[in-house]
């Protein structure tokens, strides 16, 4: 019953501190996912709004030429570009 106490006080005083750190980076972590789902949201509804009213003929064009696919290439690339910037300011955050 004696090494109880102590070995709780270890583990309290040693994963602890861990147990912060990740509690907070996660929480950092769905912070910044929530600000970046807004902002690329209201950016494809923009650009899917801009889309809608092309003239068909045109639209017909784009769509063969693969405007579509390419857009989505595109806002992936953004998005992940952004995500992958917050999490490493994140991150760097965290280790300081």
Partial sequence: MNILIPLGAFLEAAVGPLAIRVLTSLGIGVISYAGLSVGVTAALTYLQTQYAGIPSA?????NLAGLGQCLGIISAA?????????QRKTLGLLNK
Avoid: P
């Fill in 78 to 86: 953004i998005t992940f570009r952004v995500a992958f910037q917050v």
């Fill in 58 to 62: 045109a639209a017909s064009l784009a």
